[in-house]
């Protein structure tokens, strides 16, 4: 069977991102990018379903603008056999890229799709279960860990109470937490090779969905600092300091 | 404008983020319903029935909905979700599981964990785990929305006495089921509502080491978090995680003890009243936020604190 994953282009997570002072966003310019961190664990999740034989052929797609091809050669360094980018030059909203990664379903027919839970630039946590919704399959979302029995996954889900295990029957989508796996460090020849595997591109607008954004930004913000407080000598002074508060 | 909120509850009781989601809820203004989707939940129906605000409480019975697979709830919410204006459930592992189901059915752009509510069609919502925050207005008819319950205090849990109706519910999604549950039991507070919390991070060393950060919180009565770090080294359960990656906290104090104070964990508690920093390193970034700082060590400092506490 096929896997689908998909990654992202985000800016890397140990950037301290800088809002823009006009208010219109995030600056992106000449910020270390890499791929969405839990993009790593679904690949590797797939990686290691071809290595046990459950899977036969890992698809990574990107939707973004050019230089999402760096995470697709990233892909290709970690084991995905082919690589699709979508084409697009403006930001799409969640419901648009589960469209988009739809019609890619219907082309390639895998049987699994695997997401990362959330990008951690939009951090919206909803293209999984949307593409879920839309194609009518399974979902499982914040995957801590997969076994694959007879058509189906036995599902462990990461929970706000601890943890859930739920049965689900392919064809389905997943979506990733950090403690599914450890991603793969590609190794050098792997790497080089990346660079000169072919990737598949198609324009965004190609495939005859409207791509609009429903969302309207109005602005966008630093959060208000916290400013640092006191040192102080001891706990006791510290408990009368949080009585004096009236913490305590 | 007619808010629906789909409660969030284990089949006997609410869970506390439903009182904040209907906090948004009322700040939004409108008519407002809620929806109770489980099995045998007779006692969650009386307790959503005398919540502050709520006219209507819309009960769909069915042992397809008691343990909150999303593809179940999402049928259900889907169902009924044209009839309102706004649709709100928390931010939780439950709400972030259903709600983006509802909204590719209806073809809206969810709102993802809001902060605020700046006007009926006008949200705030963190992105960048928090360091940024972005206002956005929604065009689409029907607003789907998910509320992160620490930016809103919860509603009164008396007072009400909505009439309750019954919803049918019969679209059971075949594909997946419910097989087990493994909850960590703890007799302290949850972790996403108690009034202190007591954290540890990498530098408490192992997890022997962590029954000092357990002790502290029972001396306290507070919750026990974790750094990401703290998680990974094993030394405590991953429902404990505070951060970008594990739960988002705002109690009264929060206690950081030899937690460095990385990026990805601020965004889980820089929210918080009072911090109250304990860490060997001066250097920490922990005490470029926290209220109150000790430089020390936690072995000496911790029990110190128990002792005049």
């Known amino acids: ?248 | 404008m007619s808010i629906l909120v789909v409660a969030e509850h284990d089949n006997a009781s609410l869970i506390s983020g439903t009182l904040s989601t209907l906090a948004a809820a009322k700040i939004i203004g409108g008519d407002i319903t809620v929806l109770v989707a489980g099995e045998n939940a007779g006692s969650v129906v009386t307790e959503a029935q005398a919540l502050e605000g709520v006219s209507k409480v819309l009960v769909a019975d069915n042992a397809a909905l008691a343990d909150g697979l999303a593809e179940n709830i999402g049928n259900l919410v889907s169902s009924i979700a044209g009839n309102y204006s706004h649709v709100l459930t928390p931010a939780s592992n439950f709400g972030k599981n259903f709600m983006p189901r509802v909204a590719a059915k209806l073809d809206v752009m969810q709102v993802s964990d809001i902060v605020e509510v700046v006007s009926a069609d006008t949200f705030v919502r963190p992105i960048y785990a928090g360091n940024a925050l972005m206002t956005v207005k929604s065009n689409d008819t029907v607003k789907l929305i998910t509320v992160r319950s620490t930016a809103f205090d919860a509603v009164e849990a008396t007072g009400g006495s909505a009439a309750v109706e019954d919803l049918a519910f019969s679209d059971v999604f075949a594909g997946s089921s419910f097989i087990s549950r493994d909850v960590t039991l703890s007799e302290r507070p949850e972790l996403g509502t108690a009034k202190i919390v007591v954290s540890g991070g990498r530098g408490v060393g192992s997890k022997e080491n962590f029954a000092v950060i357990e002790g502290l919180a029972e001396k306290l009565n507070a919750a026990v978090g974790a750094s990401r770090a703290a998680v990974d080294l094993g030394y405590a359960p991953n429902d404990c995680q505070v951060g970008q990656t594990g739960k988002v906290v705002a109690p009264e104090i929060y206690f950081a003890i030899a937690i460095s104070g990385a990026i990805q964990h601020q965004a889980g508690m820089s929210e918080s009243k009072i911090i109250v920093a304990i860490n060997k390193d001066a250097d920490a970034p922990i005490f470029n936020i926290a209220d109150y700082g000790i430089v020390g060590d936690l072995f000496d400092v911790v029990p110190e604190l128990m002792e005049v506490l």
């Open chain 1, 1 to 248: 069977m096929k896997v689908l994953v998909a990654v992202k282009r985000v800016v890397d997570y140990n950037v301290r991102i800088r809002v823009k002072s006009d208010g219109t966003g995030v600056d992106k310019d000449n910020v270390v990018m890499s791929m969405n961190p839990f993009d790593e664990n679904s690949l590797e999740e797939a990686m290691q379903m071809k290595e046990a034989d459950v899977a036969s052929e890992v698809i990574a797609v990107s939707i973004g603008d050019e230089k999402s091809e760096d995470t697709l050669r990233s892909a290709f360094a970690m084991g995905a056999d082919r690589a699709i980018l979508i084409k697009t030059d403006v930001e799409l909203e969640p419901l648009a890229i589960a469209k988009l990664l739809a019609k890619v379903v219907e082309q390639e027919s895998p049987q699994v799709a695997i997401l990362g839970k959330q990008a951690i630039d939009d951090d919206s946590n909803q293209t999984g279960q949307m593409l879920s919704a839309m194609l009518g399959w399974s979902q499982g979302t914040f995957a801590s860990n997969a076994e694959h029995v007879d058509g189906a996954i036995n599902l462990t889900r990461e929970t706000d109470a601890g943890l859930e295990t739920i049965k689900i029957t392919l064809p389905a989508v997943i979506t990733t937490d950090l403690r599914l796996n450890t991603p793969r460090l590609p190794k050098l020849p792997a790497i080089m090779k990346a660079k000169k595997k072919p990737i598949e591109t198609h324009e965004a607008d190609s495939f005859g969905i409207d791509l609009a954004p429903r969302l309207e930004v109005v602005s966008v913000a630093a959060p208000a600092e916290r400013a640092a407080g006191i040192i102080v000598a001891n706990a006791a002074e510290l408990v009368e300091k949080l009585k004096e508060a009236e913490a305590l």
